[in-house]
């Protein structure tokens, strides 16, 4: 099956500094991948759809100064958590679509990355 | 805003029990159905995908679609301690080119 990468899988940081995950689709290519958060015993919450070469498309509410995606290759998607804050404590999880299959294509996530903001 | 909904649970079945999973969907264009497991920590993985009306089995997993009703379960034969989790049901949007997902069910299996 396809698999999707998180990294890093843990990170602590303090207050005020951004904090970078990357999320890479190894073995296939994906023109959209798609980035949750997930706080504890919480359903998931879509924040953004990242498209290669363009803009990210943000859900309702998730602040797009705060949460920077870059999608620059078919492959790769970053998200910067910028000046974290607490409360930006969470798991942040990315999915992937494969660009070559049709209608119905699987996402796949990645195994998700944990922040703690102290 | 189109909508999949699964009741939150728990679900609580005892071992070697069938345990039934369900979920609707709004969006009438949704034409692919997924479900994924998530055990507590960590990222969903998933199980089973349906397109057409019907069954759909895999190992102890079958997948119901029912497009008419807008209706999609998940049936686990057998069900162990380990299957304990929650399971997300998820459906296409109209543009066939992201998912839909609903808040998931928790399923709890006693030994």
């Known amino acids: 099956g396809a698999v999707v990468s998180q990294h890093p899988s843990r990170v602590i940081c303090k207050s005020g500094t951004s904090v970078k995950i990357e999320c890479r689709s190894l073995?296939?290519?994906?023109?959209?991948m798609f980035w949750y958060r997930q706080f504890p015993k919480q359903s998931l919450m879509l924040m953004a759809t990242s498209n290669e070469g363009s803009k990210a498309t943000y859900e309702q509410g998730v602040e797009k100064d705060k949460f920077l995606i870059n999608h620059a290759s078919l492959t790769l998607s970053t998200l910067t958590v910028t000046s974290a804050h607490p409360e930006d404590s969470s798991f942040y999880i990315c999915s992937a679509r494969d660009s070559n299959g049709g209608r119905g294509e699987t996402q796949y996530f990645g195994p998700g990355t944990r922040l703690l903001v102290l | 805003q189109k909508e999949v909904e699964q009741n939150s649970g728990p679900l609580s079945v005892p071992e070697g029990a069938i345990a039934s999973l369900n979920c609707t969907y709004s969006d009438r264009g949704s034409q692919s159905f997924f479900w994924y497991r998530q055990y507590s920590g960590k990222s969903p993985e998933l199980i089973m995908f349906i397109y057409s009306n019907g069954d759909k089995e895999d190992g102890r997993f079958t997948a119901q679609l029912n497009k008419a009703s807008q209706y999609v379960s998940l049936l686990i034969r057998d069900s162990q301690p380990s299957d304990s989790a929650t399971y997300l049901c998820a459906g296409d949007n109209q543009a066939g080119t992201a998912l839909i997902f609903g808040k998931g069910t928790t399923l709890s299996v006693s030994s």
């Open positions: 073995d296939f290519q994906a023109t959209t």
